[in-house]
């Protein structure tokens, strides 16, 4: 299949890159900081806040007051993660514009990170998409541990595929496929979006990879290859797994970018303003830059981050 000629990136930093943040929980005004800068780099799509217990995820515990605070630029699309039907109302009143359950391939991570079976997390889904229709709201559905499990090891593509098509069946108008602790190689994702696009239309699926072994861009080259359009990516690759010593965060999205760029594949985001961002997170938080692209292009990235 040809590659795609447009790619829609979803930004994951402000959720994703810093909810497993080590130390004091992040001040409210660094994290709508990042999502403006982020929205002022063209993406139209990013991940803010998690409407989960903040007994389980500190640094997501001020999501209302993230949506409350950020400067809402039109057209950007302002998601956050809802467990449950409580994290939904939450996340109504916030005011975001979409919501997403999150369920996983394997029992153990299930368990692990909402404390419950894979089919009790998509029975406690159920509510939730309903009440996101009757609010006209969208629901996106993730599936982690789709490349291999902390626990379990591999996972078989039959098991990512039954729980891709549940979700989808469900309501949910696309699917996130994790591999949340970036196990995979390119093989192994091609196989993967093999046996899901059988039950899944390869327009409603988006790559969501971790970099931990370095194999992120390979692997989001091998499914451009077979049609995946939507890449869920991360500014100076922010995040980690707090189930998975070593894991590293999602993919860089300006890694993401530069690749895309390489291709003559559009996606509407300015790397210099997004490499500046990157940056500046990194110095808010003291933190490593994850990205190579931003490590490179990082002098002239963070004369332009005093202005983005
Ligand atoms: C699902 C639960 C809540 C179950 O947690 P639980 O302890 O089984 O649930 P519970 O219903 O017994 O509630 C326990 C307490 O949490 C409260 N509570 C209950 N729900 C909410 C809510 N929505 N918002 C705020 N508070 C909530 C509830 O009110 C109660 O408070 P208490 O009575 O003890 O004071 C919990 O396990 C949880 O919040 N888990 C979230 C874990 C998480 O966010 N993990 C990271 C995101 S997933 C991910 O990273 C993968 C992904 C998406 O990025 C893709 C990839 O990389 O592969």
Known sequence: MALPQKVRLVEMSPRDGLQNEPGPVIATDIK????DRLAGCGLTHIES???VSPKWVPQMG???EVMAGIQRKPGVCYSALTPNLKGFE???????NEVAVFAAASESFSQKNINCSIADSLERFVPVIEQARANGMPVRGYVSTVLGCPYEGDIAPEQVA???RDLYQMGCHEISLGDTIGVGTPLKAKRMIDAVARHVPVEHLAAHFH???GQALANLYAVLEQGVAVIDASVAGLGGCPYAKGASGNVATEDVLYLLQGLGIETGVD???LVATGNWICGQ???HNGSKVGQALGGKGKQQGETA
């Open 32 to 35: 709508t900081g990042l999502i």
């Open 49 to 51: 806040a998690s409407f």
């Open 62 to 64: 001020d999501a209302a």
């Open 90 to 96: 939450n996340a109504l009143a916030a005011g975001v």
């Open 162 to 164: 039954e729980v891709a």
């Open 211 to 213: 970099d931990t072994y």
């Open 271 to 273: 790397l210099d303003k």
């Open 285 to 287: 938080l003291n933190r």
